[in-house]
């Protein structure tokens, strides 16, 4: 091939497959972020395509591709063609994103182990896709990544940068340390590797300098170093440096070490972008972006007026109108309802498509009133939309169940679940009408309330009325795998879901914890055994009582559940909050050794970093430690980058959860935790839904 009439095509997309509907809401919705989608019919004519045009990505939907063409030598055949295979040319192969039947496994498991960034299992979730290719084309279309290298070593700094240019990426030299600023202002950096010893001023006083700068706050910084002082090490990374890396430089860790700070930190300042945008925004967002916004309205401190709640819009006889106007004639509809739906929104009000046939609204109106009568128009209005299907005219309705925010909620999934509960009440009473939500039980009702809660725990431990939801904890450092914190939720007898925080200390006051705790673990470990193939990396973080694991019959217990899943080789970590810990310190220390010996890794959350915590940390030998969020919010940036610095010099990694909004974000970031966790990175979920692969490669 004549790699001289080969053209490379940043915001290109070539699809192959022939489904219509997907690639008429596929293009408009990547459209915005300067994406072009390209269809192919058929096998030859992209075959064809490829031999002019290197695109960003290629959709493959393998329901189009003959039987006889498995879906690892169709991708090595339509990648390892491509010129983006030979080195040094500074090109990239295409990322490669594959839709089939969601039932295969083995097809899941090849489309992996091929190398494929995206696997999207039919139905197709468009708006999912669409989001994904937009993540996967980067923050900048067509934008290498610069990378600023202060080095005075002129045959070094030659050589960083041939190895950056070779791997696709856009190396500026600073042979001069005091030009750093100037430089840092022109280039625009998305990382620094930066020379820890120099003339004029040491790569220590550099970083230091840069971070005084708001702007950079988030520009990673890497230290390249022959530095083996530990201390000289530390004052480094205290001053604002993310890692070392030693002297002499091996290709492949100074490449995996850049990719990997630069994806994390731009999923950091995007997430801090579009948390600052959707603030502000009017209309309709992304699902990801509303329910982010709708958890910033839970935890906002300021009592939420009586006419703030959570409208959720179900469209009735789904099933029925889908089949009656087809799939494209849906899609019409959907749209034409969300038009409406924008028209009757208020300032500082956002909605978003839930799923097929839902809408939900933040709606902020004056009175509790005005709130019943925004849900009433929004019946009106969708129930005087005109559709037709083969000349008859169909009547369309919906149900509407609104979500109060007080007595307070725990998250937002604690909210839709209110007002998901509330239409499933409207619906059972006929639908097409609006409903208000109002709790089972109520913290108001007294003495009663424990009891009633008391019951409802009680029969949720016998009839599996208990939900585990799993929220992704990231690494910020060396790929661990997947990592998610298993999190409790009750299901109350309408389907309500109560969140851990609301019904654990009852559970505990009256001596539910062993019960619960059990029902926990056995249910986490059925997951790890069921995903063992689809999530073959995948670690669990259990909430346990240290009671409960310190009693005798519990070890026999858990060694019984672990072979009889055959989990030997995949075991869970174990979280105990501090506070359990400091009340039961005398059996804590000899029962973290007792479940070392067994391999498994203990967790100890809500360390507040006073001296007393830091102390008995001293003295646990545990592998993780989870700050508490009044730590993370309220601490002074320099005390909070201590704090995780002392954490790590007994042993442990440090965990900053509580990820909310841009704030907390850039205070993060600057106090450099080896893991991040919070509704900002990702709402918990019943599905273990993260995508690691993307954020979090092997360096």
Not at 460 to 472: E, I, K, R, S, T
Request: hydrophobic content about 45%; charged content about 25%; overall charge negative.
């Amino acid at each position: 091939m004549n790699d001289a009439r080969f053209a490379t095509s940043e915001n290109r997309i070539f699809y192959l497959g022939d489904d219509s509907t997907l690639l008429t809401g596929l293009a408009r919705l990547i459209q915005p972020a300067g994406l072009q989608l390209d269809a192919f019919g058929e096998l030859g004519a992209l075959e064809a395509a490829l031999e002019r045009t290197r695109p960003r990505m290629l959709i493959l939907d393998l329901r189009y591709v003959s039987s006889g063409t498995g879906p690892s030598d169709l991708i090595a055949r339509l990648t390892g063609a491509l010129p983006g295979a030979l080195e040094g040319t500074g090109t990239t192969k295409p990322e490669v994103v594959c839709i089939a039947d969601g039932g295969n496994i083995e097809t899941r498991l090849q489309v992996m182990r091929a190398g494929a960034r995206g696997f999207f299992p039919t139905p197709v979730a468009v708006s999912d896709l669409a989001k994904r290719l937009v993540e996967l084309s980067g923050p900048a279309n067509g934008s290498q990544p610069r990378i600023l290298v202060v080095e005075d070593d002129p045959l070094q700094a030659k050589y960083i940068a041939l190895l950056l240019s070779k791997s696709g990426m856009e190396p500026h030299i600073v042979d001069q340390p005091l030009e750093i600023l100037r430089k840092m202002a022109d280039v625009q950096p998305d990382l620094v590797l930066m020379d820890l010893y120099m003339p004029d001023a040491s790569g220590t006083e550099l970083t230091a300098i840069i971070r005084d700068h708001g702007e950079y706050f988030d520009t990673p910084i890497i230290f390249l170093s022959a530095e083996t002082d530990p201390d000289k090490q530390l004052e480094a990374l205290r001053v604002g440096g993310d890692s070392f890396i030693a002297k002499p430089i091996q290709r492949e860790q100074l490449i995996g070490a850049i990719e990997h700070r630069i994806r994390m930190s731009r999923l950091l300042k995007e997430r801090r972008i579009g948390d600052e945008r959707s603030d502000v925004v009017q209309g309709v967002l992304s699902k990801e972006a509303f329910l982010r916004g709708l958890d910033r309205v839970v935890h906002d401190r300021e009592d939420p007026s009586p006419g703030v709640g959570l409208v959720l819009i179900e469209l009735d006889r789904f099933q029925d109108i889908s089949k009656a106007v087809g799939v494209d004639g849906m899609e019409r509809l959907l749209r034409q309802l969300e038009e409406k739906l924008v028209d009757q929104l208020a300032p500082q009000e956002c909605a978003a498509r839930l799923d097929d046939f839902t809408f939900a609204v933040i709606a902020r109106r004056a009175t509790r009133e005005a709130l019943e009568g925004f849900a009433e128009q929004l019946l009106r209005t969708f129930g005087a939309t005109k559709l037709r299907a083969e000349n008859k005219r169909l009547a369309l309705t919906v149900t509407i169940g609104i979500g109060l925010f007080t007595p307070p909620a725990d998250d937002a999934i604690t909210m839709v679940s209110r007002s998901r509960t509330t239409v499933a009440r409207a619906r059972q009473a006929g639908g097409n009408r609006v409903r208000v939500w109002t709790p089972v039980i109520a913290p108001d009702r007294g003495s009663d309330y424990e009891r009633l809660l008391k019951q409802l725990i009680d029969t949720a431990v016998n009839q599996d009325g208990l939900l585990l939801m799993f929220q992704p904890i990231v690494s910020l450092g060396a790929n661990v795998g997947e990592l998610y914190e298993v999190q409790l939720r009750l299901r109350t007898l309408d389907g309500e879901h109560v969140p851990a925080a609301d019904f654990l200390p009852v559970a505990e006051r009256s001596g539910l914890m062993p019960r619960i705790d059990r029902w926990v673990l056995a249910h986490a470990l059925d997951v790890m055994d069921a995903e063992r193939k689809s999530h073959p990396k995948l670690r669990l973080l259990i909430h346990q009582t240290v009671g409960s694991v310190a009693a005798e019959a519990w070890l026999p217990w858990f060694r019984d559940q672990m072979v009889r899943r055959n989990l030997i080789r995949r075991r869970p970590l174990l979280q105990f909050q501090m506070h359990d810990v400091r009340a039961h310190l005398d059996t804590t220390k000899p029962l973290v050794e007792v479940l070392r010996k067994y391999g498994i890794q203990v967790c100890v959350a809500n360390v507040t970093g006073n001296a007393a915590d830091l102390e008995l940390l001293a003295d646990l030998p545990v592998a993780l430690a989870k700050l508490s969020f009044a730590t993370l919010i309220n601490a002074d940036p320099a005390e909070l980058l201590q704090v995780v610095q002392q954490i790590r010099t007994h042993g442990a990694s440090v965990i900053a959860a509580g990820i909310e909004d841009p704030a907390t974000i850039a205070r993060v970031w600057n106090c450099r935790p080896d893991y991040i966790q919070g509704n900002s990175v990702q709402m918990p979920s019943s599905e273990l839904s993260y995508d690691f692969h993307h954020s979090t490669d092997d360096i």
